[in-house]
């Protein structure tokens, strides 16, 4: 499948809420319940909050004849918030190239780590991309509780073991979201 990869521009907004709607419900469903997946990605989604979080981030789309089959957006500090693959590109290489790209443009910077909270379902992606669990967590929202891992990459030789550097930092949004509330279990 011959895709590229580029910058975010406002214009793929409404392109990429679909896309993160749909893959929730069609691939995190495998792994979460109806109830849980429709509170992670419900109708109704706030496009100027979307605009808000990508403020501040860098965000890479996968483009397949100008459609979105993938994105991924990263914080300044190396958190990768969130990283989906549309439902009908599964298993093409998609996020492995977006996360490329992230890893490449973070050396370029000088970031030591990568970090993320991963899903049940990408968890095995980024185990298989060099991340490993720091921690087991359940978030809550919406009155649903989700389980997710923390995983990071160290990408350099920087100093501290990931525990260390995870136990100074405040946990971040995880599943796309602002403002969840998280309890850490492992
Ligand atoms: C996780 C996800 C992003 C992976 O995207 P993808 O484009 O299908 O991944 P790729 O095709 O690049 O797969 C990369 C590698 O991971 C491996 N892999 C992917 N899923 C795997 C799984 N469930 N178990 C084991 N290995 C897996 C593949 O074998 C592949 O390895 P290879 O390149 O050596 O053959 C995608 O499944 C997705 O969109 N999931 C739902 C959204 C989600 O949960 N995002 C995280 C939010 S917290």
Redesign the pocket.
């Given at each position: 499948m011959l895709f590229d990869i580029r910058r975010y521009k406002p214009g793929d907004l409404a392109g990429l809420i679909a896309l993160f709607r749909d893959?929730?419900r069609r691939?995190?469903r495998r792994d979460y319940s109806h109830q849980q997946v429709m509170a992670w990605a419900p109708d109704e989604i706030d496009a100027q909050q979307w605009t808000r979080r990508f403020d501040n981030k860098a965000v890479w789309v996968a483009d397949l004849n100008g459609m979105p089959v993938?994105f991924v957006d990263v914080a300044r500090d190396g958190q990768i918030d969130?990283?989906?693959?549309h439902a009908d590109?599964?298993?093409?290489?998609?996020?492995?190239?977006l996360l490329r790209t992230v890893e490449a443009s973070a050396a370029k910077r000088g970031l030591l780590r990568l970090f993320?909270?991963?899903?049940i379902?990408?968890r095995?992606?980024f185990e298989?991309?060099g991340f490993r669990v720091i921690a087991t967590q359940r978030v809550v929202r919406w009155a649903q509780e989700f389980v997710?891992y923390r995983m990071d990459k160290r990408l350099g030789d920087g100093a501290g073991t990931s525990e260390a550097v995870a136990a100074r930092e405040s946990t971040g949004p995880?599943?796309?979201e602002p403002g969840d509330k998280l309890r850490s279990r492992a």
């Open positions: 893959t929730v691939i995190n993938g969130m990283l989906y693959v590109h599964q298993g093409s290489g998609v996020a492995s190239r993320t909270e991963a899903s379902t990408a095995p992606f298989h991309r997710n995880g599943f796309g």
